[in-house]
């Protein structure tokens, strides 16, 4: 990685020069077409024939129109080049970012397995303390689980074009499922509250929508307060379900909510650096919408907070 931004910098810096000395020609060419004219302007009257001085001035403004084209393609080619470069350093820092704290995510699941099956080994351990052990283990084994499951599915997702015809996926039981069993691994913190509405049919992959709600759930549950409720609905519009989860977290500053649902891409603040993530859960919220012909939006919860919504066609 640390050459890959090198050789970035490199590139940028060999740019920075090729516009300098286009530009130092461009000057020039300037400087010379403008003396050519003041020659013309001073031959004007020893030129006899009208027709040799027309011939000449036709020359010259044809080398200016020349010239004018060349400078608009020549800016117009140092924007795009510009631009790429600029996008090719943010993808570069967001997936330096994300191989950081993608290790740290995968370190410290495997850390506590290993702690765990050493404290095993211990003969002197109660059936009681060895239950909650493996039921630790478990849990983290779980966690490294779902975390792999993201990053395989998020390196794919995105050429996928289209979604292979799926079931009949009930919504409402989904998202009872992903709150439940957060509700059981969760105490303390942030509630969940959730109407239980009637059957919300959906067709497609169930294993998909399950990973799209419990992205959404995750994420509220990353940054909202302890105590605070974070409210998911379910309800219908016309033909359509909406899916919403509301929190009362930090929320997104205006700068950065149209990023959100890219790829690696994690908020500025050190209020949000400081939570566990690998920037994957809302670009995979956002790709499993795509899939199954739906819209996801986010907006600003008031007085604090962020409400994402999902907008399903009916099955």
């Known amino acids: 990685m640390i050459d890959k931004n090198k050789r970035a910098r490199l590139t940028l810096r060999v740019f920075y020069l090729l516009v300098l000395y286009m530009l130092a020609q461009l000057c020039w060419w300037g400087f010379k077409l403008a003396e050519v004219h ?6 004007r009257t020893i030129i006899t024939g009208i027709n040799q001085y027309d011939e000449l001035m036709r020359k010259y403004y044809m ?3 020349e010239g004018a084209v060349f400078l608009l393609i020549f800016a117009v080619a140092v924007y795009i080049i510009f631009h790429n470069l600029r996008q090719e350093f943010r993808r570069s820092e967001r997936e330096k970012t994300f191989l950081l704290s993608t290790s740290h995510e995968l370190r410290t699941p495997l850390t506590t397995v290993k702690l765990v099956l050493e404290t095993l080994k211990r003969p002197s351990l109660s059936e009681t303390q060895r239950a909650e052990l493996i039921g630790n283990a478990l849990a983290e084994t779980s966690r490294l689980q779902w975390l792999t499951e993201n990053i395989l599915l ?3 997702i995105g050429h996928v074009k289209t979604l292979v015809p799926g079931e009949d996926c009930d919504l409402r039981d989904i998202v009872s499922h992903e709150i439940h069993a957060r509700t059981q691994i969760t105490s303390g ?3 969940i509250e959730f109407e239980n509405t009637a059957v919300v049919l959906v067709q497609g992959d169930k294993p998909m929508l399950s990973l799209l709600v419990s992205n959404l759930l995750d994420n509220a549950l990353k940054y909202s307060p302890s105590g605070e409720p974070i409210t998911v609905t379910l309800g219908r ?10 929190d009362r977290g930090p929320g997104i500053p205006p700068e950065e909510q149209s990023r959100v649902f890219e790829k690696f891409f994690r908020g500025g603040s050190e209020e ?4 566990k993530g690998t920037g994957l859960g809302l670009y995979l919220v956002r790709e499993i919408a795509r899939l199954h012909g739906a819209e996801v939006r986010f907006r600003p919860n008031h007085p604090t907070g962020s409400i994402f919504e999902v ?4 099955a």
């Open 311 to 314: 907008e399903f066609l009916s």
């Open 63 to 65: 080398i200016a129109g």
């Open 189 to 191: 913190g942030p509630r």
């Open 38 to 43: 003041k020659q013309m302007l001073e031959m």
């Open 272 to 275: 949000i650096r400081l939570h």
């Open 154 to 156: 998020a390196s794919r």
């Open 237 to 246: 519009q016309g033909q359509r379900f909406l899916l919403a989860v509301a």
